[in-house]
């Protein structure tokens, strides 16, 4: 079955500081991972899907990682803004499976002016 | 070009009434899917639907729940006889085809907020 991992689960930092998200999956069969933001009473954007055969992908000050073997993603935030404070979600589709989504729990992210 | 839409945004039930989100998927969009986001958890899957047909509900309650995706209209998720233990925030999501085999991200509505009282 897979599981899903965030660590942190909150992060407070500085405006203008770079952070790492880290994302931790126990089944390495995956067909991709996708990287969401979630604000308070809203819901999910996405961010960025890495397909299993990339390494990683770019959006603007994002970038994410995708390290399937060992079964880790890292969404890295370049310049951190007030703006970005939200939870951020990861989630995997295995292969074989169903097209269900598998969520972690998030990681609440709050940069501070 | 709409987004995924769901209604209400917030739905109040007594205990033992019934419940019904309903949820209309980007424009082009056949492949609909329902998830459950609990306080303090994170989101869970619930069943996965494309026109006319459930393909995959392992993750829907036995009991009470049911979801259907017509020819015609929305998608609609239904709860029976609700209970306290229902109180989530529910997610409907589509994608134009696979995500999975295909890489077609889903796209997610803002939530029904459904509060039993």
């Known amino acids: 079955k897979q599981e899903v991992t965030q660590i942190p689960a909150a992060l407070s930092v500085p405006e203008g500081e770079n952070l790492v998200l880290n994302c931790s999956f126990t089944d390495s069969a995956i067909y991709n991972l996708q990287w969401f933001r979630q604000d308070p009473g809203k819901g999910l954007t996405s961010l960025l899907l890495i397909q299993s055969s990339q390494r990683e992908q770019t959006s603007g000050r994002l970038n994410a990682s995708l390290d399937k073997s060992s079964g880790r993603s890292t969404l890295y935030i370049a310049a951190s803004q007030p703006g970005d404070s939200a939870t951020y979600l990861c989630a995997v589709i295995g292969v074989g499976g169903s097209e269900k989504l598998v969520f972690g729990k998030g990681t609440k992210l709050t940069v501070n002016p | 070009n709409a987004g995924v839409m769901q209604n209400p945004r917030h739905l109040v039930r007594r205990r033992g009434q019934e419940a019904r989100l309903r949820c209309s998927p980007v424009?082009?969009?056949?492949?609909v899917y329902w998830y459950r986001q609990l306080p303090e958890e994170g989101l869970k899957f619930m069943v996965y639907l494309q026109k006319e047909n459930i393909i995959d509900e392992s993750g829907m309650p036995k009991e009470r729940f049911s979801a259907e995706f017509p020819k015609e209209g929305p998608s609609i998720l239904r709860i029976q006889q609700v209970v306290r233990g229902d109180s989530a925030a529910y997610f409907c999501?589509?994608?134009?085809?696979?995500?999975?085999?295909?890489?077609?991200?889903?796209?997610f509505g803002d939530g029904t907020r459904l509060s039993i009282l």
């Open positions: 999501a589509s994608s134009r085809s696979l995500q999975g085999a295909n890489n077609q991200p889903q796209h």
């Open positions: 424009k082009g969009h056949s492949h």
